[in-house]
């Protein structure tokens, strides 16, 4: 009994933090999108940076060396890459290659099931709140109703409705006695 109380802790504990998490990346994306793209902006000046250096580097080193030494040396490096990959470890090279495949799979099937649930409850909740809200309509109609029929004054018009109002919710509490007993069963 412990431990499914402490499992019961643990998932409500958890579906708050997720429940939080995704509240604040909503937050975060929907509400600093201009920092977001001032951020974005700065990153990308960071990369061109580091890559003008690394080409200036590069510029600087190939003026050390020849036409014929350069091409040597990127026929060494393809040379090296091609014999590593085919020739010395190929089993190695594709079980990374399937591996990365394997849970790159397993990460989006995770997250397509994620999406759905959450839609799913989203989609509950939607129908929840139309199924009240429409209830509240038929009620404030009856109401409506009913304060027409008795600002008109007419006593057997009352009478009347509240015979046909108390059959109706006689009907209704049958039902619900009926869907009772068939969920018990």
Known sequence: EGIVTFQRAWRS??????AVRDLEFKEWYNGRR?????????????????AT????ICLYISCAFNDEQSLMWVADVAQSLVVQVFVTE??????????KLLISGALLGIGKKRLKKQLQVQED????????VSTHVEV???????????????????????VVKTAEKQQCVSKLEGIAIAKGE
């Open 90 to 99: 190929p089993a190695i090279t594709l079980l990374v290659i399937f591996t």
């Open 140 to 162: 404030t109609a009856a109401k409506a109703k009913a304060l027409r029929v008795i600002a008109r004054g007419v006593t057997a018009a009352v009478v009347r409705e509240t």
């Open 125 to 132: 909740e939607v129908k929840k709140r139309i199924l009240t």
């Open 13 to 18: 504990k958890t579906r708050l933090m997720r």
């Open 53 to 56: 250096f690394t080409l200036t």
């Open 34 to 50: 201009r920092e977001r793209h001032v951020l974005a902006i700065l990153s990308a000046a960071v990369l061109m940076v580091l």
